[in-house]
C-alpha cells in the first residue's frame, strides 16, 4: 500500500515558478514509477511527467518540455515537479500517481494504482 501528499501547489504570475512535492509513504516507494497528472478547470485529466523508479527515464507532455522537470529522492520517498516559465494555461489540479512498471514509464493513468488528492496551482495573467 502507498499513500501520496501532494503540496507546493499556490497562486503565481505568469512566467513564475513552483516546485510540486509527492511525498509517499511504504517502504518499497523507491521502486514505483511516479507519474504527474493536471486536470484544467472543466477539462479532461492530461498526462505531464513521469519518472521511473531510477530517474533514469523522464518523458514529458510536449507542452511541458524545457520548462518543467520530474525528480525523485528515494530515501526521501519523495518526486517532485519543478515547473518554471508558467503560463496560465498551466492553471490545473496537479495529482501525482504511483505504480509498478519495472523501469518502464506510462503516460496512461488508467495503469497506475495510487493517487495523491491534489494540489492547485493557479497562474494569473
Known amino acids: 500500500q502507498v499513500q501520496l501528499v501532494e503540496s507546493g501547489g499556490g497562486l503565481v504570475q505568469t512566467g513564475g515558478s513552483l516546485r510540486l512535492s509527492c511525498a509517499a509513504s511504504g517502504r518499497t516507494f523507491s521502486s514505483y514509477t511516479v507519474g504527474w497528472f493536471r486536470q484544467p478547470p472543466g477539462k479532461e485529466r492530461e498526462f505531464v511527467a513521469s519518472i521511473n523508479w531510477s530517474g533514469s527515464s523522464t518523458p514529458y507532455a510536449d507542452s511541458m518540455k524545457g520548462r518543467f522537470t520530474i525528480s525523485r529522492d528515494n530515501a526521501k520517498n519523495t518526486v517532485y515537479l519543478q515547473m518554471n516559465s508558467l503560463k496560465p494555461e498551466d492553471t490545473a489540479v496537479y495529482v501525482c500517481?504511483?505504480?509498478?512498471?519495472?523501469?518502464?514509464?506510462?503516460?496512461?493513468?488508467?495503469?497506475?494504482?495510487?493517487w495523491g488528492q491534489g494540489t492547485q496551482v493557479t497562474v494569473s495573467a
Open positions: 500517481a504511483a505504480g509498478r512498471f519495472g523501469s518502464a514509464t506510462t503516460r496512461y493513468p488508467a495503469a497506475y494504482d495510487y
